[in-house]
């Protein structure tokens, strides 16, 4: 059982993950550097509930608003470049976080041992949940809480100005600019919300791994955080939690008996998805097709 | 002062593999304006097979270079039939993260040719060095140097000087319009994929044959040196990869010996960082940053 939910913990926080890509491909941006923010937020709780010895939750929030902050200040300068060129600029920006961690060494004394991140050797006392006796299903439904929150605050922000303004942003840059949005603006609170996302992503899961270092936050999880929206499709968050579900879910688990092989069938698998799907697994259609099945909006037009 | 000199003209001999790894990207940019992100681990692969011969059945040196330069064409025609032949033009990002993806597909592939971490890469000249005056020269960084200007010589004449060229410029100018001139748009863009896997072949035995070892690590680092120079210099651009390639070695070079070694991949990213923010188009892209904008403002 236990094996089940900590695979239900690793979903919903990839799901953060995937969902802080999510927006800022909203506005037709795509970020690398998201792994970035997920080591901010996982590095800063952690240090904030076993260093400072805060509790969880505070802990998680500063962490979230600290990864935001970098976000934003990263948003600035980042944002004047798109396309391709964001991607790399956001490679280098997530590798320069990771580096930077790799770099970073803040041991003190708490009891009988010493804490903290300790450079190549990674942050290994990050025993919050244990300390406190949670247990794996309270640990994965406070986990779910958050994922939960945040799909229904993204979900409801889709139906009112702010999402119609951010996929305006997407669809065409220059005829949103002439209705008088200011495209900085959108752009660096997609970003700034992209970071407060990932941020609580990485506080949650540094306390669900208990041990974190610079090698969980490569340019290949940043990679997991693109493709799950790419292949989810961008038509809503349900799409992100789909593909979350279906890679992590289905391929890394279900291939696990190729055991060595399982990375080259792997590839493979997401490669021929967006061979066949490109514009998402889940996109306007089989959302269409959904709703029939289900027998809601039978009777609506499709607007697709 | 002699040091600042002596480092700027190591980092320059090192910056002429960079050199070479960013033109590779550059000429698929222009082809295809697509980002080829496994490149790095295509030359891995390549060289992998190159040095498993070497380990298990001891061939010459020359037979473990020929192999290598053949399996990194090899291995990057498969790249391009499935990430980006097979994925439609329109869709540059499923193919560039696809072509991320398959980096994991071809390291644990090397990683499967041979399981242990290390292996010592058999080098084509021997290790020495020699002294100019107050200045010391590696034999084998100053022979990548050489040859590095040796493959840019032959690349220009190849792209200023044949047919083949001119398809392929064509094709990076306007794909639609090289197509209605009659010019095979998939086959120059397989042949440039073979070319450029060619010269990444090379590069990457220079590169392997002075580190004298190989790790799955080489794939990614390979990657990533050869995307910042290429951004560095704008990308699409030839003369700004070799530009970018050159710079990011000095200046890794200088980093390396003034602030120590985990300075020096730091140092190379916030360079890049710098650049994109002042110059988004680097050193020599202004002119294909503005023809850009229209292809990728919708990612």
Not at chain 1, 66 to 83: D, E, H, M
Not at chain 1, 92 to 109: I, K, M, T
Not at chain 1, 240 to 250: D, E, M, N
Not at chain 2, 164 to 181: H, I, K, Q, T
Request: include cysteine; charged fraction near 10%; proline fraction near 2%.
């Amino acid at each position: 059982m236990s094996y089940y939910l900590g695979l239900a913990q690793l979903i919903g926080i990839h799901t953060l993950l995937g969902l802080s890509a999510y927006v800022l491909m909203l506005t037709g941006q795509l970020s690398l550097g998201q792994a970035g923010f997920f080591a901010i937020g996982a590095y800063s709780a952690g240090i904030l509930t076993v260093i400072f010895e805060l509790p969880i939750l505070p802990a998680l929030l500063a962490a979230a608003v600290i990864a935001a902050f970098f976000a934003f200040l990263v948003g600035f300068p980042a944002l004047r470049v798109k396309g391709l060129m964001l991607v790399v600029a956001t490679i280098a920006f997530g590798e320069f976080v990771r580096l930077f961690f790799f770099n970073l060494s803040w041991r003190v004394p708490r009891g009988d041992i010493v804490v903290g991140p300790d450079s190549t050797n990674g942050f290994r006392e990050i025993r919050y949940f244990v300390a406190n006796g949670w247990s794996p299903w309270e640990i994965t439904a406070f986990v779910w809480t958050f994922v939960i929150l945040i799909m229904a605050a993204l979900w409801w922000m889709d139906r009112s100005r702010a999402g119609a303004v951010l996929r305006a942003v997407g669809e065409d840059e220059l005829a949103t600019q002439s209705v008088g949005v200011n495209l900085t603006a959108v752009k660096v609170t997609a970003m700034t919300a992209g970071g407060f996302i990932a941020g609580i992503g990485g506080a949650l899961y540094a306390h669900t791994a208990t041990y974190v270092d610079h090698l969980t936050f490569t340019v290949l999880l940043a990679t997991f955080a693109v493709s799950y929206p790419i292949l989810g499709g961008l038509s809503s968050v349900f799409g992100t939690l789909v593909a979350v579900v279906f890679i992590q879910g289905v391929l890394v688990e279900g291939l696990r008996f190729m055991g060595d092989w399982r990375n080259i069938v792997f590839g493979l698998l997401i490669i021929m998805a967006m061979n066949l799907k490109p514009s998402g697994l889940f996109d306007a259609r089989t959302a269409q097709v959904l709703k029939r099945a289900v027998g809601l909006g039978a009777q609506e037009k499709s607007d697709a | 002062m002699i040091d600042f000199v002596q480092n700027t003209v190591d980092g320059m001999m090192f910056g002429s593999s960079y050199a070479l790894l960013a033109i590779g990207f550059t000429i698929i940019f222009g082809v295809m304006r697509r980002i080829n992100l496994s490149f790095g681990a295509t030359i891995m692969l390549g060289a992998y097979i190159g040095t498993w011969l070497h380990v298990h059945h001891q061939v010459s040196v020359w037979i473990v270079a020929l192999t290598t330069l053949a399996s990194t064409v090899l291995v990057g025609i498969y790249v391009e039939r499935l990430c980006f032949h097979a994925i439609r033009r329109s869709a540059v990002l499923a193919s560039m993260v696809s072509s991320f993806v398959i980096w994991m597909q071809l390291e644990e592939a090397a990683i499967h040719l041979l399981p242990e971490r290390t292996y010592a890469f058999p080098a084509l000249l021997a290790a020495g060095s020699f002294e100019l005056g107050p200045f010391l020269f590696r034999a084998e960084q100053t022979s990548m140097l050489i040859l590095a200007m040796i493959i840019v010589g032959v690349l220009h004449v190849l792209l200023y000087r044949t047919r083949f060229g001119l398809a392929l410029r064509a094709v990076s100018e306007n794909s639609l319009a090289a197509a209605y001139m009659g010019i095979n748009a998939a086959w120059v863009t397989l042949c440039a994929f073979a070319l450029v896997s060619l010269m990444g072949g090379v590069a990457g035995y220079a590169i392997l044959s002075t580190d004298a070892q190989i790790t799955p690590f080489f794939g990614l680092w390979a990657t990533f040196k050869g995307l910042i120079a290429m951004m560095l210099g704008g990308m699409g651009s030839l003369p700004g990869a070799i530009l970018g390639g050159l710079l990011l070695g000095v200046v890794e070079a200088h980093a390396l010996w003034y602030l120590g070694n985990e300075y020096k991949d730091l140092s190379a990213y916030l360079l890049l960082f710098g650049m994109l923010v002042l110059r988004p188009g680097g050193l020599m892209g202004q002119r294909i940053l503005s023809r850009e904008a229209l292809a990728f403002r919708r990612v």
